[in-house]
């Protein structure tokens, strides 16, 4: 059975940091590109950052770059984001998606709520 | 306000036929894949339709996916009430150089 779990959010105040872990099993992790895709309250669906299998290549929206930092540990079957100067905007549930070959995994999501 | 233009929402009967719609440009939907998802509240999305028009093992053939152009469409056959739910399209924008959801559709079955 494959099985996606989020874990790492949490209440932070602006400006602080998180880092986001995604824990992958039951698939072939490296032959997977991974996303983070993140839905604010009562909002729709926002694509944030993906990478590579062999995380040659990442790619950000233009609201996250310079502040997030998408990576992954094949050996751990682990994808991560960390997540640095946030601020109230970035509040969401952020969901951790692996793709391959018409295949598509998500997990249940973490609460990222960034509040003074 | 989205890359990807779909309509805030769509209704119909049971059983009748429902068409989603996104709208976007040569930079994304005219150039790359689109995919649909389904999702309900509080849960994670479900892929319905990826590379246009292709249905993950498990997707009833209910669930049809097409590509025109610049647009794409969600076609929907003997609704159901569990049907629904949000609906969103996503592709990759070549010049963004990012992934682009819609702004998702909320069906209602009358």
């Known amino acids: 059975e494959v099985q996606v779990v989020e874990s790492g959010g949490g209440l932070v105040q602006p400006g602080g940091s998180l880092r986001l872990s995604c824990a992958a099993s039951?698939?072939?992790?490296?032959?997977?590109?991974m996303t983070w895709v993140r839905q604010a309250p009562g909002k729709g669906l926002e694509w944030v950052a993906n990478i590579k299998q062999d995380g040659s290549e990442k790619n950000y929206v233009d609201s996250v770059k310079g502040r997030f930092t998408i990576s992954r540990d094949n050996a751990k079957n682990s994808l991560y984001l960390q997540m640095n100067s946030l601020r109230v905007e970035d509040t969401a549930v952020y969901y951790c998606?692996?793709?391959?070959?018409?295949?598509?995994?998500w997990g249940q999501g973490t609460l990222v709520t960034v509040s003074s | 306000q989205s890359v990807l233009a779909q309509p805030p929402s769509v209704s119909a009967a049971p059983g009748q036929k429902v068409t989603i719609s996104c709208s976007g440009s040569?930079?994304?939907?005219?150039?790359?894949?689109v995919s649909w998802y389904q999702q309900f509240p509080e849960t994670a999305p479900k892929l319905l339709i990826y590379?246009?028009?292709k249905r993950p093992s498990g997707i009833p053939d209910r669930f049809s996916g097409s590509k025109s152009g610049t647009s794409a469409t969600l076609d929907i056959t003997g609704l159901q009430t569990g049907d629904e739910a949000d609906y969103y399209c996503l592709t990759w924008d070549s010049s963004l150089r990012a992934g682009v959801f819609g702004g998702g559709t909320k069906l209602t079955v009358l």
């Open positions: 039951g698939l072939t992790f490296n032959n997977c590109k």
């Open positions: 040569s930079s994304n939907i005219g150039n790359n894949f």
């Open positions: 590379e246009n028009n």
């Open positions: 998606r692996a793709k391959s070959s018409g295949v598509d995994y």
